[in-house]
Structures are given as C-alpha cells and as structure tokens.
C-alpha cells in the first residue's frame, strides 16, 4: 500500500502564490512519475503537472510559466509552486505517484487532495 498525503492548500488572493507538497509512503521500491491534477466543482478532473524521477517535466497549457513542479527523491515528495494565482485554478489538487513496490509489483496512487481556493 502507498499513501500520498497533501499539504498546503489554503486561501489565496489572486496573483499570490502557494506551495503544495505530496509526500509518498509505504513499500515503496521505486517512484517513477508523480504528477498533480485538480478538479474544480462540476467539472472532470484535469492533469496540471508532470515529473519523472529523473527530472524531466511537462505542464497544462493553463500554468505552464506560472507552476512549477519539482521532486526530492531522496524524501519521495512532490512540490507543486503556484505563483501569479487566479481565480479560475480554485480547485480540489490531487497528488499521483506511479511505481514499483518492493515485490515489484506496480503501483498508481492517489492523494485525498487539498483545497485551493484563489479569491478575486
């Protein structure tokens, strides 16, 4: 089992910024990609962030220069800088890690989200 836990959502004026970590716990052989997603109210879930263990990343048209996202292998954590907020990136972030655990079976995990909610 893998848990991803979230942290650092909260209440923002429009053009501030935050900083979300995710970090990943449990049998845990090998993380590949983590990425963030978010889903705003009545609407699908929609990828943001992408990055691979060994640091090539990828962005959402919709914060690529304004996110940026970065990992510490060594503590199996994901950060997600959020500068220049707007309302419209009030959302629901969800952390996802792909994997190996230790039998080397693999492994996609989500986190339970935290709340962004960005005030105009």
């Known amino acids: 089992q893998v848990q991803l836990v979230e942290s650092g959502g909260g209440l923002v004026q429009a053009g501030g910024s935050l900083r979300l970590s995710c970090a990943a716990s449990g049998s845990i052989l090998r993380l590949n990609a983590m990425a963030w997603y978010r889903q705003a109210p009545g609407k699908q879930r929609e990828f943001i962030a992408r990055?691979?263990?060994?640091?090539?990343?990828n962005y959402a048209d919709s914060v690529k220069g304004r996110f940026i996202i970065s990992r510490d292998n060594a503590k199996n954590t994901v950060y997600l800088q959020m500068n220049s907020l707007k309302p419209e990136d009030t959302a629901v972030y969800y952390c996802?890690?792909?994997?190996?655990?230790?039998?080397?079976?693999?492994?996609?995990?989500w986190g339970q989200g935290t709340q962004v909610t960005v005030s105009s």
């Open positions: 990055i691979i263990s060994a640091g090539n990343t």
């Open positions: 996802n890690a792909d994997g190996r655990y230790f039998d080397f079976a693999p492994f996609n995990s």
